[in-house]
């Protein structure tokens, strides 16, 4: 008998974990260009938080991604007669967007080192800039060298060349990886770190924006593939390759990085708040409500189709627990156990970027997925706990009255269970709305998502903070009250 058990346990893991098995593919020939100029729209990855090279700005009114390299895969997606379309991601999940077919190219001030190179082709380097530290303006006397941050903590941004370079020439420092740029300046300005390292025309953006920081040369010693920032490509797909390496070269010949960069400067200009007289009233955190309304939208929308789909898959998993039949019981409780025992955070980059080699699935319908299966399993277990809290005697008497197991199931224990499970259950429903708040490193532009975008237009790291809090507690506690009426109406009857 234990040895069936066994066998049947070790079915079930393997069911679950076939999942994960990578499948090999046989290569195929080259049609990376045909397939983009097939399908019309050139699509790439970017994370919008470094200007000048790709930042948000609002132009006529409306969120737009603009800057340097935007304007770079504008002229290419012009000459392979396209459409473009910018998928705002993470930096450290560009890569793999890109290895799982998500975007097309990454273009996003990424340098070709030789560990990227492993993984993703490049094209020619279209731009060179340097590395710079940024410190608080209070410090400038105290920080002018790598050497007077030795023994501190210094910030970059994850993933990026300049995490390598501070593991490799500051061995003594401590260092800070943050996925997003304006999370590390924010850091900076309250003093969880002492310093930042980026790209230097980054680093002088966001400095003529902001009198509380300045930067200078880092100094750091580059090797001849580590210098400059180019575009990635996914591996085998030369004839794109050649075709933006075509483009590039038109661009370097005819100089139109210095007009991107112009342009890019522009942006920056308007985003800070145009003139001095000015800027004091357009920078005020009110000006950015369609940025939270749009994230509010998002995150309930999330909220609410995740916990309808993951109630209903919750309770066929509470059932198949309760089955008297091995292997249906064996298989609920190897899912209920394999997804509270990972991440949702992995969970939600597995259904977007692993579950992507096979099915092209937006980022929205990604999140709603993983958050939904995420919360069945949680929901299966206070089902389940509901149900066999009801007195046995129950079933036993609606039995004895001639009700079907499906009736009295229906009709006398699960209205018990759910008084009992309700107040756990409302719980699941608001931890819903907080958790799903992760989807946002996929590029779904729920309530966090707007808030790193308006941190990072208005040059502001407290104020959307704290509306965000604000928006988050006002979405629970009106959730709150609502099942708290329902609760009481229950105990009513």
């Excluded at 392979?80 to 097309?104: M, N, R, T, W």
């Excluded at 995150?299 to 292997?327: A, D, E, P």
Aim: proline share 3%; with cysteine.
């Amino acid at each position: 008998m234990k040895k069936k058990s066994l066998y049947l346990v070790v079915l079930s893991l393997i069911a679950v974990l076939s999942f994960f098995i990578p499948v090999e593919t046989v290569s195929a020939a080259d049609t990376a260009l045909e397939d983009i100029q097939e399908k019309g729209t050139l699509v790439i990855g970017t994370s919008a938080d470094f200007p000048p090279y790709e930042f948000h700005s609002t132009v006529n009114g409306k969120d737009t991604i603009v800057g340097m390299d935007i304007s770079i895969a504008k002229k290419i997606a012009e000459d392979l007669g396209v459409e473009l379309k910018i998928e705002d991601i993470g930096f450290d999940s560009l890569l793999p967007a890109l290895e799982s077919e998500k975007v097309d190219i990454v273009i996003s001030g990424m340098s070709p080192t030789d560990e990227r190179k492993q993984s993703v082709d490049f094209s020619e380097v279209y731009y060179t800039g340097g590395q710079n530290i940024v410190v608080r303006e209070a410090d400038k006397e105290i920080y002018t060298s790598t050497a007077d941050l030795t023994g501190l903590k210094v910030g970059v941004q994850t993933g990026s060349l300049q995490e390598t370079l501070a593991q490799e020439q500051m061995p003594d420092s401590e260092i800070l990886s943050l996925t997003k740029t304006t999370d590390l300046l924010l850091a900076l300005k309250t003093n969880k770190v002492e310093a930042v390292l980026m790209e230097k025309p980054s680093a002088e953006a966001y400095v003529g924006n902001d009198n509380q920081i300045l930067t200078f040369d880092g100094g750091f010693q580059l090797e001849e593939g580590e210098q400059g920032s180019a575009i990635a490509f996914k591996k085998d797909t030369q004839s794109l390759v050649a075709a933006v390496n075509s483009s590039l070269t038109e661009i370097s010949e005819q100089d139109l990085v210095s007009d991107y960069l112009e342009e890019a400067g522009t942006h920056l200009q308007e985003a800070q708040g145009g003139t001095e007289e000015d800027s004091t009233d357009s920078n005020s955190i009110l000006n950015y409500w369609n940025y939270f309304l749009k994230g509010t939208g998002y995150t309930i929308l999330i909220s609410v189709v995740s916990v309808f789909f993951g109630s209903i898959l919750g309770v066929i998993l509470s059932f198949m627990r309760m089955s008297k039949n091995k292997i249906v019981h064996f298989l609920a409780t190897a899912y209920v156990e394999f997804v509270r025992g990972t991440p949702m955070m992995i969970q939600v980059m597995f259904i977007y970027f692993a579950v992507g080699y096979l099915v092209n699935i937006p980022a929205l319908v990604s999140g709603i997925i993983a958050v939904s299966l995420n919360s069945a399993a949680y929901i299966c277990e206070i089902i389940r706990s509901g149900l066999n809290s009801v007195p046995k005697g129950q079933s036993e008497a609606a039995r004895s009255l001639g009700m079907s197991k499906k009736i009295a199931m229906r009709q006398i224990i699960f209205p018990q269970a759910l008084k009992n499970i309700w107040p756990a259950l409302g719980n699941e429903f608001i931890t819903v709305i907080k958790e799903s708040s992760i989807v946002s490193i996929i590029g779904v532009s729920d309530l966090i998502f707007q808030t790193r975008v308006v941190t990072s237009v208005s040059y502001r790291g407290i104020a959307p903070l704290v509306v965000t809090m604000i928006i988050y507690f006002i979405l629970t506690f009106s959730l709150t009250k609502l099942l708290n009426h329902y609760e009481g109406k229950m105990n009513h009857d």
